[in-house]
């Protein structure tokens, strides 16, 4: 006999991005179509090939106190931060310790504190290694820090999936309070890396767009002119609630995650794979029971490369159809890495939720081999049974949530 599935609500979110230092002002400026995208002008980027990179738009260290800042990545001081804001958005849900759980994923862990300290070692030797440096690189620290402010005792875990941690990190909030082993979770991504050493990697992978004569202009998904990705560092969280918890005190809903599709290719360590993001896509329909056509609204992975983003419309359309409005906010925001899922799915629930999706950034030549009904110029408004969110890394990792209205 099938087991009835645990219907699950997004009651809260917070977030950190190169739009804004919470949910509302990265909304907004989302709407408005802003870009935070520039140019590097710290002395550290001037001899890399390419210095476009989205920073945050709120650094965390000034938002948190000075003592408890310090003795954090930067990333983690992200986690924390967004973790507070979807915690308060959620209205401080009453649970039993050992009922709420953390699940917060990330690409690259607390790669600045180790590149910084690494470089004290070489300067000045190991006695001015900071004592905090492991607990700060740990990839596991963001989960760790936030598990501890909330006393979270129903597991801290942490997927390390690339460009994909951040959904299947909600992927897998969902999981848990399905079987039963929590009733809250406080899930997403966070990453902070922009850096010479993981720039430089990316501009010698030829992955980085080297559009510096026009910033805002060079993060362009689905465009015919694209050339590339811009490195970018946020966070973004959610809390997940049996819904019948949150019908029963009260809780504002932004929607249900009904579903989600977690694959891999096996194929390449960087190349997108049609087959593996089909298979993902459909495990989410089926997992979450959504037929393609009631999918209204699709935020696309696409982070503006020239292979990525026009096999991912294929899938697309070989998926779901034609009828979805598809939008990109990579094109704003830059590539999150290992949180661009996660703000994918916060993107989608209050698509689903106000009833409008942000357009896509720069796009002004629709690639001809894109056939789908992108949004552009101006937000898009509708009434939307469900939504998709997709996500995928280097690696092979394939990630898909569905969404449903409340």
């Known amino acids: ?48 090939p390419v210095r476009l990179a989205a920073r945050l738009a709120v650094d965390p260290a000034q938002v948190l106190p000075r003592v408890e800042a310090r003795k954090l990545d930067r990333c983690e001081q992200l986690a924390l931060v967004t973790a507070r804001e979807a915690w ?39 006695r ?22 909330l006393g979270a005792r129903g597991g801290a875990r942490t997927p390390v999936s690339a460009c994909s941690s951040g959904a299947e990190a909600i992927a897998m909030g969902l999981d848990l309070i399905r079987l039963g082993r929590a009733d809250v979770v406080v899930a997403g991504g966070t990453e902070a890396c922009v850096e010479a ?19 805002q202009g060079a993060s362009r998904p689905f465009d015919a002119d694209r050339d590339g990705f811009v490195l970018g560092e946020g966070a973004a969280l959610v809390v997940l609630e049996r819904a019948d918890r949150a019908r029963e005190r009260g809780a504002r809903v932004y929607a249900h995650l009904a579903g989600a599709g977690i694959t891999s290719s096996a194929l390449h360590i960087t190349a997108s794979d049609a087959d593996g993001q089909q298979r993902a896509i459909r495990q989410a329909l089926a997992d979450a029971d959504v037929d393609p056509l009631d999918v209204g609204v699709v935020h696309a992975h696409a982070t503006s490369t020239p292979a990525g983003d026009v096999v991912e419309a294929a899938v697309i359309a070989e998926t779901i159809g034609l009828h979805a409005v598809v939008t990109a906010t990579k094109s704003m925001t830059g590539h999150l890495l290992g949180a661009s899922g996660a703000l994918g799915a916060v993107v989608t629930a209050l698509a689903l939720h106000e009833g409008v999706t942000p357009p896509v950034r720069n796009l002004e030549r629709v690639d001809p081999e894109v056939k ?33 209205g409340v």
């Open 1 to 48: 006999m099938a087991r009835e599935l645990v219907e699950v609500a997004i009651t809260g979110m917070g977030a950190s991005t190169p739009l804004g230092g919470d949910v509302a002002s990265t909304w907004a400026a989302m709407l408005e179509g802003r870009s935070g995208v520039a140019v590097l002008q710290e002395e550290w980027a001037r001899e890399l």
């Open 88 to 126: 308060a958005d959620a209205g401080r849900p009453e649970v039993a310790p050992e009922r709420l759980a953390v699940v917060i994923g990330t690409g690259t862990g607390g790669v600045g504190s180790l590149l910084a300290q690494d470089d004290a070692l070489e300067r000045h030797g190991a």
């Open 197 to 215: 050493l993981p720039m430089a990697g990316f501009a010698q992978m030829t992955a980085l767009s080297k559009r510096e004569d026009d910033p």
């Open 128 to 149: 001015k290694v900071s004592p905090y440096v492991v607990t700060q690189m740990m990839a596991n620290g963001p989960a760790a820090w936030v598990s501890m402010d």
């Open 372 to 404: 789908l009904d992108l949004v552009s110029g101006s937000p898009r408004r509708g009434t939307w049974r469900a939504g998709l969110a997709n996500s995928y890394g280097f690696g092979g990792h394939n990630v898909s949530l569905v969404l449903t």
